[in-house]
T-cell receptor
Framework: KNQVEQSPQSLIILEGKNCTLQCNYTVSPFSNLRWYKQDTGRGPVSLTIMTFSENTKSNGRYTATLDADTKQSSLHITASQLSDSASYICVVSAWGKIIFGKGTRLHILP | IAGITQAPTSQILAAGRRMTLRCTQDMRHNAMYWYRQDLGLGLRLIHYSNTAGTTGKGEVPDGYSVSRANTDDFPLTLASAVPSQTSVYFC?????????????FGPGTRLTVT
């Protein structure tokens, strides 16, 4: 069964600290992996997309990595800011089917 | 440019009533989607439309119907609302189908069925 598992479910860090969110998937055949950011009360917004041949992609302070062999991805946030408080959703695509993870809720404390 | 708009923003609805959630996009995207988001369950696809005039069922279609009369509009109808349909509903659109195309999400409609 195609699945996308994210960890941790929630995370609390202090402003200025770094953090890493994890995404493991069993989707096959793999097409691409996308990370979305969802602010409270808003719809998700795409941060990065990676295909099979890409193992890292950056968007400002956000860096996503992909290991297609182990079927793992991570989203690293550098020098966190209060505005990074949000849910982060990992989405994997395969043969036109799009599978959403349940998300990681990140809280940044001042 | 508005992107995707949804209406209403929120609604409290009595069980058994009929309700239509509206979704409009101005990006001329071919594909549109309806999701519901529940705490602990993430986003789940209700219905989708690959192009105007066609629709398809997603993961949780029961109790919902959609239509796609034109490119811009994709309304979601609850024929007879039940409390389990209490959720936040997101409409999304993409230029094409499949994960290669980014989905652009609306602001959501918070629906409470009492």
């Amino acid at each position: 069964k195609n699945q996308v598992e994210q960890s941790p479910q929630s995370l609390i860090i202090l402003e200025g600290k770094n953090c890493t969110l994890q995404c493991n998937y069993t989707v096959s055949p793999f097409s691409n992996l996308r990370w979305y950011k969802q602010d409270t009360g808003r719809g998700p917004v795409s941060l990065t997309i990676m295909t099979f041949s890409e193992n890292t992609k950056s968007n400002g302070r956000y860096t996503a990595t992909l290991d297609a062999d182990t079927k793992q991805s991570s989203l690293h946030i550098t020098a966190s800011q209060l505005s990074d408080s949000a849910s982060y959703i990992c989405v994997v695509s395969a043969w036109g089917k799009i599978i959403f993870g349940k998300g990681t809720r990140l809280h940044i404390l001042p | 440019i508005a992107g995707i708009t949804q209406a209403p923003t929120s609604q409290i609805l009595a069980a058994g009533r009929r309700m239509t959630l509206r979704c409009t996009q101005d990006m001329r995207h071919n594909a549109m989607y309806w999701y519901r988001q529940d705490l602990g369950l993430g986003l789940r696809l209700i219905h989708y439309s690959n192009t105007a005039g066609t629709t398809g069922k997603g993961e949780v279609p029961d109790g919902y119907s959609v239509s796609r009369a034109n490119t811009d509009d994709f309304p979601l109808t609850l024929a007879s609302a039940v409390p389990s349909q209490t959720s936040v509903y997101f409409c999304a659109s993409s230029e094409g189908t499949g994960g290669t195309y980014e989905q652009y999400f609306g602001p959501g409609t918070r629906l409470t069925v009492t």
